[in-house]
């Protein structure tokens, strides 16, 4: 069993994402320990695009946060290095292709092996497209974690036939962002991924409520909350520490909601 | 030769550029226009009624016109324009427009949603939906909108809603950025309408296909009224929807020197230019892999040129194909350089060309002395010059308050 | 019915109207080119060059569209719009000024003179004068160079000098005085491109052959298409040209009901009009006997509309006669209705008309709903509305910063 | 012998212009009593016209100074009867076609008749167009007087046959205004003209120095100086009857250019 499958084995699995670099090259580092020592089952690490075209304005405005840090993908490798110094929890990058193709796909994932990144989760690689990187991937021993939508319909076999590490499930249509209502017809989606593969469900997208979490983990295997952290930085760049902290205990289910 | 027709393959493959590089929750309709174009491309209805409108809509076939003035003050090789300029809304967007709104018409949209940069994309979207009846959403750069608000209203008169788009720079690249998350979240009334020879598959095939009457009229005309193949064809590249139409049916034709001509804007060696297919490297964005203007840590980066519908920091892949097989050459053009070439055919020939077809006219002045009188160029004006106009005036340091 | 079609006399008669009232200095040059017009007019060299001309650089044949959109939410007859806004340079006033220049160069004459109101004559003739290597410079009133600078500047660029007339209004008028008092001066090498069917004889006459080209192309178009005659043509009216134009085919063809749409501005009760024909009376302008906005004292009054190219206080004898006749119909269309109907067919059929031709769009948006759907109109657009978006928009209150 | 051509009888034969109710009505009426005193055989008085496209810009001024002042055709009358109150100078009226026109011809000329007026110049009216207006004022003993260019060529004849009154000469190309090298060729047209009638030539535009005075009036039968007197006008609206008064003498030869 994989780093990343192990993850979902306990109650509540709970993933969170952060910008890397969001506000600060040390900040983050900080949040991302925040959040696995909160409770954090996997947390998700998005690498800063010029162009988030799958991302709504709350990590559009934290990715240029990052860059306004200064951050680069070989200095989100130095970050890493630092965070595995405090914490071994599973991480995964979130990623735009032409970062990942940029820095040369062999030599983004010797690194993802050299410390420790589990997988990577790149919006704009369909399964059409990703023959080219998950060879050179596994290789490395780094999953390629698909993306299933509610609009995928006769494409789910397809995608998640030999996936690794987790599936991320997109919640609703649209880009990431907090919304109130995710959508209830998961349940077929994931009765057909199930169907296929017996590689753990993460819904992503749009999740922001611990009862959405738990919701989640009722009829998948967990949940991702991205922008609900995100905004946390965005509130108080430097001082987010204890505001993730309690978040992610709630979505755990560890701390009551205030 | 025949593979160097680039005919692609299932997933939009031109050499190892193309594909389709996109969310999956687009995939599925991505799917579905694929399906429904390679159905109607074939379908005698369909084909009947894009034909129909293309002759008594868009006023086609467009004139090539035989530049008799300029010729002879070059003195080499004949020149014959390809006055895209003369289709109805003034450039060469509206061949494109039309086939994918027809399409998506028969898909059962009701609802087009469209990038531009300029407007000149926008507005011929605008123009065709309001034609159709179709509801029309355009997206379009805060800086672009500032720089363009005539064309702003231009859509909106042709009853369009124009959404201003203020994420990264603002311009063209941040609206296809704006109008994809659209997609994303409303697609099964939507088509989106890309502009050029972009995106992931099938649209730099399916907006080649649509531009392609481009040379196939040339072809036609010119052998009928010299019974000759043209020694060069020259285009300018933006997205590179022009210069695929104009260069198609004589990619075989091995006689025939294909000339790309991308905007370097203040010279490809500076940091002020557009000019992908020379200073770029391969990469993967939207939706496609092919050259982009990148920096170091692969973001994408900011390109300038001072003609609006050439600033775009990516390439069809197409062209990106064309370029490793050398089939088609690539030039860089100054904005200087474009500048001089838009007045110069205006004084030799009457004729006021959009400052991007003016950098292919840029490079028939350097080309057309080296030929022979008895050897042929075409060069592609893909739109007309009114939209300029300010510009240009602006660049040679006349202030006009209009 | 055969004088119906008005042949001239030979000094430019219509019924009482048209005439050479100019100064004698000019008489004999006006001569000599009425001997050069009815020589060449019926020159086969120069009829074909011409021909060729207007084929194969201004575009002819114009499109001959049926806006059935537009027909069916209207409710009535079927309505065409003939095209001229997709000739080159954007309207019907190139048809004229390529017979005259041409005419112009076989006379011997190496420099072109002429007016402008907004600037579509002016950019029209400054390009054909480019194409035939002609100098050129345009009188433009003052006011009209200052609201139409980049008009200014696109004469420029085609390289004609454009002299700013301040006396008067410094308005189209003025700047028609000025071209004739330059004319006066040097007439050697120069001739003067008369915009419109208007000024003394032949002027009148030659422009009209020169627009009936419209009419002509109408008559063969519809037949083909339907097998009929039109039962309605209607056309914008200024000095006349696009009208007549339009008009000339049909006027022994009694059941084609013939409409013209003058500019009424605010109203023609109101004094800000440009009604000629509905408020002006009989008087010696400009070289003819026509109609003519006054005062009570025969000074020429100030006229007004929100369409510069309508915004003449007179109009060409031919219309005055054709209106005593009672063969032609004319209406006046306010600003608020062409607005109105620039906005709607826009929305309907995607077409930005000039606002000028929106004057007849107008008429047409009242006479279809009239008519049965077997029964015809066609619409003459004479132009494109791209020169017109900004005015419209601050006419609708909205600030654009261009 | 009509009035007019009695004029012509004299010595340096000189008419002087003015344009009516330039600057003011009153003013007007002294200026052209004040050329008469000093011994213009002719005084022309212009009809202002909104469009005056056969004048340069010292007479169109002098047309905005009229207006401006309200000047009316039937002021013009007004006027006329207030000036044959003080001289019997013959007038003639400078006119654009329209004017008279639209005033009706018939009427005009009987006002003309009533007010002794001998003449009426009308730019915008080549012979082409004169049988429509020459009937009529012929009726009322009134002069139509043609106008002959240096471009008139073959035209000569058919423009000065029955002419009366005098015929306007115009002395080169363009409109009027003061020129210094007035055209040389007169002679030839003059002969020609001479050829047809015996009515007197009087030579007009760009005349503005007692030397072309008297030059034309060897070579023709007298001189038309326009601009010039308007100038003085020009120079100073309310004072002018002094500058006026010298340089008509000046220009008659009866007194020494300073
Ligand atoms: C007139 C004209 N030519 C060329 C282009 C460039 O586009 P493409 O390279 O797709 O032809 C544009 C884009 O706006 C345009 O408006
Ligand atoms: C588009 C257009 N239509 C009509 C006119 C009016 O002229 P005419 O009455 O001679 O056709 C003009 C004059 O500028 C014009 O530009």
Known sequence: MTKLQEAFTGENTFIGFTVAGDPSIEKSVEYVVAMANAGADVVELGIPFSDPVADGPVIQAADLRAFAAGITTDKIFEMV????????????????????????????????????????????????????????????????????????????????SGSQGFIYLVSSLGVTGMRDNVANDLTTTIEKIKAVTDTPVAVGFGIHTPEQVKQMNQIADGAIVGSGIVKLIEEQPNNATDAITKYVQEMKGLAQVK | MQEMKSETNQTGRFGEYGGQYIPETLMSEIDRLTAAYNHYKNDPDFKAELKDLLINYANRPSLLYHAKRMSADLGGAQIYFKR????????????????????????????????????????????????????????????????????????????????????GTGTLKDAVNAAMQEWTRRMDDTHYVIGSTMGPHPFPTMVRDFQSVISKEIKAQLLQETGKLPDAVVACVGGGSNAIGAFYHFIDDSSVKLIGCEAAGKGIHTDQTAATLETGRIGIFHGMKSLFCQDDDGDIAPVYSISAGLDYPGIGPEHAALQAQKRVQYVGITDDEAVDAFEYIAQTEGIVAAIESSHAVAYVKKLAPTMRPDQIIVCNLSGRGDKDVAAIARYRGVDLHD
């Open chain 2, 84 to 167: 895209e300029d003369l289709n109805h809304t003034g450039s060469h967007k509206i061949n494109n427009v039309l086939g994918q709104i027809l399409l998506a018409k028969r898909m059962g949209k009701t609802r087009i949603i469209a990038e531009t940069g300029a407007g000149q994309h926008g507005v011929a979207t605008a123009t065709v939906a309001a034609l159709m009846g179709m509801e029309c959403e355009i997206f379009m750069g805060k800086l672009d909108t500032e720089r363009q608000a005539l064309n702003v209203y231009r859509m909106e008169l042709l009853g369009a809603k124009v959404h201003a788009i203020s994420t």
């Open chain 1, 81 to 160: 290095a630092t965070i595995r110094q405090q914490t071994d929890v599973p991480l995964v990058f979130l990623s735009y292709a032409n970062k990942i193709f940029d820095y040369g796909y062999d030599r983004f994932y010797q690194r993802c092996e050299e410390l420790d990144v589990s997988g990577t989760v790149i919006p704009d690689l369909p399964v059409e497209e990703r023959d080219e990187l998950v060879p050179i991937a596994q290789k490395h021993g780094v999953a390629v974690i698909p993306l299933v939508a509610p609009t995928s319909g006769e494409r789910v076999a397809k995608i998640v």
